[in-house]
């Protein structure tokens, strides 16, 4: 059974950083994309970033390039979502995902997904 654990959310003022972890098990996730979405109130779930597991691949929206870093560590089989610069806008459920198709940013490519961690940026 294929589990996604997030962690590292919080609140933090604008400006400041925070980084998420997500903790994947339950299968060997070679060839798969790992991805980073989140969702504000009264809002659909959107992307923020990807990477593929196998060559380092990476995509982010624009919303968040140059601010947002994803990584794996793959020997913890953990992905890493490092966020600076937070703006009171980045506040929002943030979920991690698990694609069984090499690089993809679409949400409805995403089989697998935890349950969430709340990032919190006050103005």
């Known amino acids: 059974q294929v589990q996604l654990v997030e962690s590292g959310g919080g609140l933090v003022q604008a400006g400041g950083s925070l980084r998420l972890s997500c903790a994947a098990s339950?299968?060997?996730?070679?060839?798969?994309?790992m991805g980073w979405f989140r969702q504000a109130p009264g809002k659909e779930r959107a992307f923020i970033a990807a990477?593929?597991?196998?060559?380092?691949?990476?995509n982010y929206a624009d919303s968040v390039k140059g601010r947002f870093t994803i990584s794996t560590d793959n020997a913890k089989k953990t992905v890493y979502l490092q966020m600076n610069r937070l703006k009171p806008e980045d506040t929002a459920v943030y979920y991690c995902?698990?694609?069984?198709?090499?690089?993809?940013?679409?949400?409805?490519?995403?089989?697998?997904w935890g349950s969430g961690t709340q990032v919190t940026v006050s103005s």
């Open positions: 995902a698990a694609a069984a198709t090499i690089r993809s940013a679409l949400l409805l490519s995403y089989n697998y």
């Open positions: 990477i593929s597991w196998s060559d380092g691949w990476t």
């Open positions: 339950g299968r060997t996730f070679t060839g798969y994309t």
